[in-house]
T-cell receptor
Framework: AQSVSQHNHHVILSEAASLELGCNYS??????LFWYVQYPGQHLQLLLK??????LVKGIKGFEAEFIKSKFSFNLRKPSVQWSDTAEYFC??????????FGRGTSLIVHP | EAGVAQSPRYKIIEKRQSVAFWCNPI?????LYWYQQILGQGPKLLIQ????????DSQLPKDRFSAERLKGVDSTLKIQPAKLEDSAVYLC?????????????FGQGTRLTVV
């Protein structure tokens, strides 16, 4: 079986602070990893994805994520957040023949 | 490019009633997903179609939920009869075939409240 764990359920930051959201998964084989974002009142949209190659992945809006295979982690980072980054962030994993599995999400609030 | 369309946006029904949701995926996307997102949780896949065939429905409560995609385009998800615990947002998503790492494009969802 595969599962996804997002450790931070609620994060509150001030503008210009750095962000790191944790994501750990359980699956021993080759995985495809995603971060999705849902802005208030909008639909889920892809921030970035990893399937092979460089473990440091760049996404939209200045986000990046690092795949660390030995730690089964795919943490999301942004060096300086903006008020407009206020949203819900979801990590998702797909391994082998398993169906895509989402974490429970992290609610990020950025104060101006 | 038009996105994934879902209707209705909101629905309130009483328990034991039936309800249906409709989804129109992005044109040309062969894969269609229905997800259930309960408040405070991540989306959970209910069923995945490729064209009009079911790829996975292992998490679909088949005693009350059904879904179809007759012509490989639009899809409907039905709940009959509804229970209080079915209150959730039902998300439809689609992705193209041919990409070895397909990104799923999501619709706005239908928020169902069962009272």
């Amino acid at each position: 079986a595969q599962s996804v764990s997002q450790h931070n359920h609620h994060v509150i930051l001030s503008e210009a602070a750095s962000l790191e959201l944790g994501c750990n998964y359980s699956y021993g084989g080759t995985v495809n990893l995603f971060w999705y974002v849902q802005y208030p009142g909008q639909h889920l949209q892809l921030l970035l994805k990893y399937f092979s190659g460089d473990p440091l992945v760049k996404g939209i809006k200045g986000f990046e994520a690092e795949f660390i295979k030995s730690k089964f982690s795919f943490n999301l980072r942004k060096p300086s957040v903006q008020w407009s980054d206020t949203a819900e962030y979801f990590c998702a994993v797909k391994g082998g023949s398993y169906i895509p599995t989402f974490g429970r999400g992290t609610s990020l609030i950025v104060h101006p | 490019e038009a996105g994934v369309a879902q209707s209705p946006r909101y629905k309130i029904i009483e328990k034991r009633q039936s309800v249906a949701f409709w989804c129109n995926p992005i044109s040309g996307h062969a894969t269609l997903y229905w997800y259930q997102q309960i408040l405070g949780q991540g989306p959970k896949l209910l069923i995945q179609f490729q064209n009009n065939g079911v790829v996975d429905d292992s998490q679909l409560p088949k005693d009350r939920f059904s879904a179809e995609r007759l012509k490989g385009v639009d899809s409907t998800l039905k709940i009959q009869p509804a229970k209080l615990e079915d209150s959730a947002v039902y998300l439809c998503a689609s992705s193209p075939v041919g990409d070895r790492f397909p990104e799923a494009f999501f619709g706005q969802g239908t928020r169902l409240t069962v009272v």
